[in-house]
C-alpha cells in the first residue's frame, strides 16, 4: 500500500498478511462484511485516509470501496482506531464517547470486533 504518516497505515498492512493465515480464514470465513475504515491524522473528517477491509475476499485496500456500498463505514482519529486495534480501547465506550463513527449497517458494524487484528505480540 502508499506510504503513510498514520501509525495504523502499518497495522493495515498487517491486518492484510494477518488475512492469509488460518486465524485469517477462519475470521473471513465468518464474517464476510466488507468496512470501509476512514482515519484522520487529528480531527475526524479533515485530511481523512480511506482503507477498505474485506472480509469477503480477505483484503485490505487504500482508497474508497467501489463495489457498491460497505456493509458498515468507520470514521477514527488515527490515535483512537490504534488504541481500538490494539485493545487499549473499546469500541462500544470509543462510539458512546464520540471517538469513533458508524455509517451503514449496525449489525454488520458490531461484528467489527478487535479479534479482526493480528493480535498485538505480532505487531
Excluded: C
Excluded at 482515519?39 to 483484503?59: H, Q, R, S
Excluded at 470501496?65 to 480501547?89: L, N
Excluded at 469500541?91 to 463513527?101: C, E, H, L, S
Amino acid at each position: 500500500m502508499a506510504s503513510s504518516d498514520l501509525k495504523s497505515a502499518a497495522l493495515m498492512d498487517q491486518m492484510k498478511t494477518h488475512f492469509s493465515t488460518d486465524a485469517g480464514k477462519a475470521l473471513i470465513k465468518k464474517i464476510g462484511l466488507v468496512y470501509q475504515i476512514n482515519i484522520a491524522p487529528k480531527k475526524m473528517g479533515f485530511n481523512e485516509e480511506i482503507y477498505v477491509v474485506d472480509l469477503k475476499k480477505g483484503d485490505v485496500t487504500k482508497g474508497p470501496y467501489e463495489g457498491g456500498k460497505p456493509d458498515a463505514t468507520f470514521s477514527f482519529t488515527d490515535a483512537d482506531f490504534f488504541k481500538i486495534a490494539t485493545g487499549k480501547m473499546n469500541p462500544q465506550i470509543a462510539f458512546m464517547r464520540g471517538k469513533m463513527k458508524v455509517k451503514g449497517s449496525l449489525s454488520a458494524a458490531q461484528k467489527f470486533t478487535p479479534d479482526i487484528f493480528p493480535k498485538p505480540s505480532k505487531m
